[in-house]
């Protein structure tokens, strides 16, 4: 509907609708965690205005935030135990991003089957809509010619998941002209991968639902994906919110603190010098000294990816944490 309109209102709308999307989530989480407190807010505006997976997804005008949005409304539906409605918009989410998908092992070892049925279903309908609307064509040159491409990982500087460093790893000379990694990414790749979904079945229970437990697969989602760009790591809001309520309640220790310091400056100040240097290079230096410069430029340039698996980690912490507490106070009734 938006190419409708003259060009500069439609993007204008665009931009307000995604605005929209963000400011809706945190709504809706704040809805079911409760009222933030003035230091809890002042927290999160710090971590937005200067998160530049987000700065990025405004500039490109990507739909991360809308995934955002029905990802945070399939989150509090879950919550509440409505299994349809929450499937139905992770299966919208599926159909714009076909990522989201990579939560059916998580749900289908909590043996959700009424909320995978509907992803599922709600997913074929999207997709056949897709079909109809924009022809058959389009569709299968997107199956057929740009899926596999880039299911086999490939190595663009920015492709933040475990293909994309992966692949930088075995093949960094070809890192920016998109080459892949081969049998080499491949065997890192796939172990790693499925590491990620070992930890995120060990830490999830059958018994009770924690919305922490459903942020940590959230927070899997752009590491176990094929392909990452930066504006992806839009997702990451809703676990983000989640660690400053836990940790400025005191749930968390100084030292899970410290480590969400860290990825806040890998989302924020790692990430602007990485493209300083992209622009004005270290200079060489001679002799061993040379790996300096070329080592910093190497992490900084992983800041993404270093801030995601903090996120991660930090998110399974708190679930531990959160199920031993849980765990002390039903020993304490009990007695």
Sequence with gaps: PLTW?????????????MQFCIVGSLLIVYRQIGRPSRGELIALGA????????????ATGAMNAILLLLLTCAWAYWLRHRDVTSGMLAGLAAVMKLFPLALMPYLAWRRHWRLLTALGLTT???????FVITRVDHNIYYFRDMLPHLA????????????????????????????????????????????????????????????????????????ISSVTWSFHLVLLILPITLLIRRLLSGDLSRT????????????????????????????????????IPFTLTRVLGESYFIGTVVILGSLWDATRRQRRIQQTADVTLAA
Excluded: K, M
Aim: with cysteine; net charge neutral.
């Design 5 to 17: 309109l003259p060009g500069d209102l439609a993007v204008r709308l665009w931009l307000f609708l």
């Design 47 to 58: 971590v937005l205005l200067t998160f530049f997976p987000l700065i990025n997804s405004a």
């Design 124 to 130: 074929v309908a999207g997709l056949a809509l897709g």
């Design 152 to 223: 086999i990982g490939t190595g663009y500087r920015e492709n933040q998941s475990l293909a994309g460093f992966t692949a930088r790893l075995c093949n960094p000379s070809t890192a920016d002209a998109g080459g892949n990694a081969g049998w080499c990414g491949r065997l890192l790749d796939w172990p790693l991968v499925a590491g990620v979904i070992g930890l995120v079945l060990y830490e999830t229970s059958r018994l009770s639902r924690s919305g922490l437990e459903f942020a940590l697969a959230i927070a899997a989602l752009p590491l």
């Design 256 to 291: 899970a603190g410290r480590w969400l310091v860290v990825a806040w400056l890998c989302f924020s100040v790692g990430p602007a010098i990485h493209y300083l240097l992209i622009v004005h290079p270290l200079a060489r230096l001679p002799g061993l000294a040379d790996l």
